[in-house]
């Protein structure tokens, strides 16, 4: 049976290292239904491991986690003006991210009508660009504080390239810095300050503030955790049938590969769909991006780059496309057997429609 295996005790050492790595607020997000391990299952494991604040973008997110612990602290992401949304974060004691006057007036009324007070953490915009207020929206945001039924409890914004751009970092943390001291010298208390994603908290501890918001960091899957973090996560298919090729004979979609000698494949009964193959961070679209895009691609081609499995400890190659619900691997020569287990190396992000296990490994 395919499924995704997540190893339990590589996560937990994950968790551990990120707190040992600072003495702030330590903010588990679980958006994407757990980095695609599953909401219910990662946050059971991170409450084990005593993580009490949890981040998310969908509110029934936050309800499962809600399910699971009436103490934890919850930081909806996402800002929204959809009254359901709302209302259903109210009822789950979740905290909202503000990131204009439309989303506070919202959650004010609605707030009032249920004669309840909505805590909000403020979402600032230093390059983003995508939700916040902007740096220079002082005055907006000191309106948020005067309205009724709102406590501001928490200032937040958001780094775009704390992977790979120190200067931007440094420059976006200090236009964040100077919005925080705008408030506080207005007589505004900013709450809890968070600036970290999980690539910012693990290379510019300088910038940890009250809290950092960890969520790849924890699948040991993020830019500067080598060394420190375990990468944990991959797919396990049984091999379906063993197939025989003569010489000149192809497989898959577009006769892509032509054997050169008889071959014998493997086939598993997992492809595209599940997310094996797939990529993501394509699709940036200045020059520059192109360029290194293009040459990634002719030195893969050049290097006869392909993807690969490996079953009983040994490692084989792909071959022809890989389909959306089957993959062919070359085995000639070895000792593979129908039904034996192949392990594929899959994004947690990127794999969809296998049962995920979670698993202790001795």
Not at 67 to 74: D, K
Not at 92 to 119: F, K
Request: a positive charge.
């Amino acid at each position: 049976m395919n499924a995704y295996i997540v190893e339990a005790q590589a996560l937990r050492q994950n968790v551990r290292a990120m707190k040992n790595a600072s003495s702030a607020v330590l903010w588990a997000v679980v958006k994407g239904n757990g980095y695609g391990l599953g909401v219910d299952a990662l946050t059971r494991l991170l409450l084990e491991e005593d993580v009490s604040h949890f981040a998310v973008t969908e509110a029934a997110e936050a309800e499962v986690i809600r399910q699971l612990s009436a103490q934890a602290e919850i930081l909806m992401l996402r800002p929204s003006c959809d009254l359901s949304t709302l209302e259903q974060l109210l009822c789950l004691n979740a905290i909202c991210t503000i990131s204009s006057l439309d989303d506070a007036a919202v959650l004010s009324a609605i707030a009032q009508s249920r004669d309840r007070t909505a805590r909000v953490h403020l979402k600032i915009d230093t390059g983003m660009g995508r939700y916040g207020f902007r740096c220079d929206e002082l005055a907006k945001l000191a309106q948020v504080y005067q309205l009724p039924n709102i406590q501001v409890c928490g200032t937040y914004t958001h780094f775009h390239s704390a992977f790979c751009n120190n200067t931007e970092t440094k420059k976006q943390f200090e236009r964040f810095q100077t919005v925080l001291e705008a408030l506080r010298k207005a007589g505004l208390d900013p709450g809890m300050c968070h600036c970290c994603n999980s690539s910012a908290a693990l290379r510019f501890p300088q910038m940890h503030l009250d809290a950092i918001r960890v969520g790849s960091a924890i699948l040991g899957r993020v830019v500067g955790g080598s060394g420190l973090l375990h990468r944990t996560g991959w797919a396990e298919a049984s091999v379906d049938e063993l197939h025989q090729l003569a010489k000149g004979e192809s497989t898959g979609y577009g006769a892509g590969w032509r054997a050169k000698r008889d071959t014998t494949l493997a086939i598993l009964p997992i492809g595209y769909f599940h997310g094996f193959g797939v990529e993501y961070g394509r699709d940036l679209f200045r020059l520059r991006d192109s360029i290194r895009s293009a040459l990634s691609l002719l030195l893969g081609s050049l290097r006869g780059k392909c993807y690969t499995v490996t079953i009983k400890g040994k490692t084989y190659p792909v071959r022809g496309h890989i389909g959306m619900l089957h993959t062919a691997v070359d085995v000639t020569g070895s000792d593979v057997r129908q039904g034996d287990i192949a392990r594929l190396e899959i994004n947690p992000l990127m794999q969809k429609g296998l049962p995920v296990e979670y698993r202790y490994i001795s």
